[in-house]
């Protein structure tokens, strides 16, 4: 880049984007990934002989608890559905094409939802934005329960559509404004975690009641899914709001006593305050409302660009490499290797379910650890490798080229090695991507396009699997998932940085200047490329 202070970045080099303030002192700056002090990072003891740090870590980790319920209701749903769909068919008589209907339009309908998420958080606030989805939600799941036909069934498909939409978008961006920097991508993969959770519960709920008649049993199974409104109704008023939403709405003293809660000392505290007072004030925050945030993503300057292609792209590759297919249509896939029994195909359910939870575990302790793109490269390549696997194997079995023994055993393998190659990976770190990458000004409706991106190409996937798989068969489907998760390997390579450690504020830099991205460097580094010389 040459030299150039920190302060000419973004105006510049044309890209748009605001400067940042420098980072120390004269001719110098602080590096982007400096060690917290040591004192600092024990924080202050209070009277109670309780660390300060340590409470604080236990309200975040609370505040993120909560935040992700919304997530078990899409879980479940999505879960539950793939055993439901089996007793719907046989109790309302329903076609093929309904099938793929009534699965994939949640997906596509939540798009309304993921719409309007952004806009409404910045109207009303993140939290009472998840209010509201639970409450759509739940509307839409009580009208499913008790609905007399296919009709009725779909509207309340649509609601509930509406409410997860709401949800998806909302519950990541307040995790990632409300969580230090150390544990950001642990903590704004909760939502995912509660993800996996609700579709075991879903597994478990229909293999419980598959013994019940075909009029009741998926009606039951899609009326639990209410339960989990009591404690989200609970969390509304345990839960505080997103100081930097607090702070856009120039209400300054309650984002300090948030920040004062979920940091570790004082300074800390008053130190994050200052960098997002910092961030709204250098973009202008109060400025950009309605048709001035979505002028500036439909006609981006080239670091926005940069940000919407690294975001939109992540959550599209999430949903096109097949993964809510394997989800919804897991007892098809088992069926097509030679499972006949209808609990026998809801029990290899519960153990797809089981390794996705227990693998998405296992991503929350890695991801601020090892870094978001390292656990990405290992998920794509083996996610490439099990839908290939899949694929072959359901093709040997369909020409007979093995025995129906093997060829399910390799089915159910895949089918595991693939959620759980998923749930290591892009299940996790794409939602935290899409959270971390984006401006404040952006942030809420920018993740929301993100959002909408995922969820268009769930809803395809899942409406248009029945159809592909009786033209190509259900092992060519799988090859060409395959296909697009190798494809996916190459813009991980290209297009997502590494952001392990580094502050919101922080992230900015790198796609301000650009030079990394397109360099498909994975580590951030310094900041000397944008400073300097000595």
Same mark, same amino acid.
């Given at each position: 880049?040459?030299?150039?202070?920190?302060?000419?970045?973004?105006?510049?080099?044309?890209?748009?984007?605001?400067?940042?303030?420098?980072?120390?002192?004269?001719?110098?700056?602080?590096?982007?990934?400096?060690?917290?002090?040591?004192?600092?990072?024990?924080?202050?003891?209070?009277?109670?002989?309780?660390?300060?740090?340590?409470?604080?870590?236990?309200?975040?980790?609370?505040?993120?608890?909560?935040?992700?319920?919304?997530?078990?209701?899409?879980?479940?749903?999505?879960?539950?559905?793939?055993?439901?769909?089996?007793?719907?068919?046989?109790?309302?008589?329903?076609?093929?094409?309904?099938?793929?209907?009534?699965?994939?339009?949640?997906?596509?309908?939540?798009?309304?939802?993921?719409?309007?998420?952004?806009?409404?958080?910045?109207?009303?606030?993140?939290?009472?934005?998840?209010?509201?989805?639970?409450?759509?939600?739940?509307?839409?799941?009580?009208?499913?329960?008790?609905?007399?036909?296919?009709?009725?069934?779909?509207?309340?498909?649509?609601?509930?559509?509406?409410?997860?939409?709401?949800?998806?978008?909302?519950?990541?961006?307040?995790?990632?404004?409300?969580?230090?920097?150390?544990?950001?991508?642990?903590?704004?993969?909760?939502?995912?975690?509660?993800?996996?959770?609700?579709?075991?519960?879903?597994?478990?709920?229909?293999?419980?009641?598959?013994?019940?008649?075909?009029?009741?049993?998926?009606?039951?199974?899609?009326?639990?899914?209410?339960?989990?409104?009591?404690?989200?109704?609970?969390?509304?008023?345990?839960?505080?709001?997103?100081?930097?939403?607090?702070?856009?709405?120039?209400?300054?003293?309650?984002?300090?006593?948030?920040?004062?809660?979920?940091?570790?000392?004082?300074?800390?505290?008053?130190?994050?305050?200052?960098?997002?007072?910092?961030?709204?004030?250098?973009?202008?925050?109060?400025?950009?409302?309605?048709?001035?945030?979505?002028?500036?993503?439909?006609?981006?300057?080239?670091?926005?660009?940069?940000?919407?292609?690294?975001?939109?792209?992540?959550?599209?590759?999430?949903?096109?490499?097949?993964?809510?297919?394997?989800?919804?249509?897991?007892?098809?896939?088992?069926?097509?290797?030679?499972?006949?029994?209808?609990?026998?195909?809801?029990?290899?359910?519960?153990?797809?379910?089981?390794?996705?939870?227990?693998?998405?575990?296992?991503?929350?302790?890695?991801?601020?650890?090892?870094?978001?793109?390292?656990?990405?490269?290992?998920?794509?390549?083996?996610?490439?490798?099990?839908?290939?696997?899949?694929?072959?194997?359901?093709?040997?079995?369909?020409?007979? *080229? &093995?025995?129906?023994?093997?060829?399910?055993?390799?089915? !159910? #393998? %895949? $089918?595991? @090695?693939?959620?759980?190659? /998923? +749930?290591?990976?892009?299940?996790?770190?794409?939602?935290?991507?899409?959270?971390?990458?984006?401006?404040?000004?952006?942030?809420?409706?920018?993740?929301?396009?993100?959002?909408?991106?995922?969820?268009?190409?769930?809803? *395809? &996937?899942?409406?248009?699997?029945?159809?592909?798989?009786? !033209? #190509? %068969? $259900?092992? @060519?489907?799988?090859?060409? /998932? +395959?296909?697009?998760?190798?494809?996916?390997?190459?813009?991980?390579?290209?297009?997502?940085?590494?952001?392990?450690?580094?502050?919101?504020?922080?992230?900015?830099?790198?796609?301000?200047?650009?030079?990394?991205?397109?360099?498909?460097?994975?580590?951030?580094?310094?900041?000397?490329?944008?400073?300097?010389?000595?």
């Amino acid at each position: 880049m040459g030299s150039m202070d920190l302060e000419e970045v973004g105006n510049g080099n044309g890209n748009g984007l605001p400067r940042l303030p420098r980072m120390g002192g004269k001719g110098k700056y602080r590096r982007m990934d400096a060690e917290v002090n040591e004192e600092e990072a024990e924080g202050e003891v209070l009277e109670t002989g309780w660390s300060r740090g340590s409470e604080s870590r236990t309200y975040v980790f609370a505040c993120a608890v909560f935040a992700s319920l919304n997530n078990v209701l899409l879980g479940y749903d999505v879960g539950v559905m793939s055993g439901c769909i089996l007793f719907i068919k046989k109790d309302l008589n329903i076609t093929e094409v309904q099938q793929e209907v009534l699965v994939g339009c949640l997906s596509i309908v939540s798009l309304l939802g993921s719409l309007a998420g952004g806009r409404t958080s910045d109207a009303i606030g993140r939290k009472w934005t998840m209010g509201l989805a639970a409450i759509v939600f739940q509307t839409g799941a009580a009208i499913m329960a008790f609905a007399p036909s296919f009709r009725v069934l779909m509207i309340g498909r649509l609601l509930a559509g509406v409410g997860i939409g709401f949800g998806v978008m909302i519950a990541p961006v307040y995790i990632a404004e409300i969580s230090p920097a150390v544990a950001r991508g642990s903590l704004t993969s909760f939502p995912e975690i509660f993800i996996n959770i609700g579709i075991l519960l879903g597994y478990i709920s229909n293999y419980a009641f598959s013994g019940l008649s075909e009029h009741i049993s998926w009606r039951i199974m899609l009326g639990v899914g209410i339960l989990p409104s009591v404690f989200i109704g609970f969390a509304l008023f345990v839960i505080p709001e997103s100081p930097r939403w607090l702070v856009m709405q120039k209400r300054v003293d309650e984002a300090r006593s948030v920040l004062t809660k979920v940091s570790e000392s004082n300074g800390d505290a008053e130190q994050r305050l200052a960098e997002i007072e910092q961030a709204a004030s250098v973009t202008g925050a109060e400025g950009y409302r309605g048709k001035a945030v979505w002028r500036e993503l439909l006609r981006p300057s080239p670091a926005v660009r940069r940000m919407l292609i690294t975001g939109f792209g992540i959550q599209c590759f999430q949903q096109v490499t097949g993964i809510d297919a394997t989800v919804y249509y897991s007892p098809t896939i088992f069926r097509d290797a030679g499972i006949e029994s209808d609990s026998k195909l809801l029990a290899a359910t519960v153990a797809v379910g089981f390794t996705k939870t227990i693998f998405i575990l296992i991503a929350i302790l890695l991801i601020d650890r090892v870094g978001r793109k390292p656990l990405l490269y290992v998920s794509t390549i083996g996610m490439t490798i099990c839908l290939f696997g899949l694929g072959l194997a359901l093709s040997l079995l369909k020409h007979e *080229l &093995v025995s129906t023994k093997l060829g399910i055993g390799v089915a !159910i #393998l %895949s $089918v595991c @090695g693939n959620v759980a190659f /998923f +749930s290591v990976g892009m299940g996790p770190v794409c939602w935290v991507l899409s959270t971390e990458i984006f401006p404040l000004k952006l942030r809420a409706q920018a993740t929301a396009l993100g959002a909408v991106g995922n969820r268009v190409c769930s809803g *395809l &996937v899942a409406m248009s699997f029945l159809s592909v798989c009786r !033209i #190509l %068969s $259900v092992a @060519g489907t799988f090859l060409i /998932f +395959s296909l697009f998760s190798a494809v996916s390997v190459v813009f991980i390579y290209k297009c997502v940085p590494e952001t392990k450690g580094k502050t919101l504020e922080q992230i900015e830099v790198l796609f301000q200047d650009g030079v990394e991205w397109k360099r498909g460097e994975v580590e951030l580094g310094d900041v000397e490329h944008l400073v300097q010389r000595n």
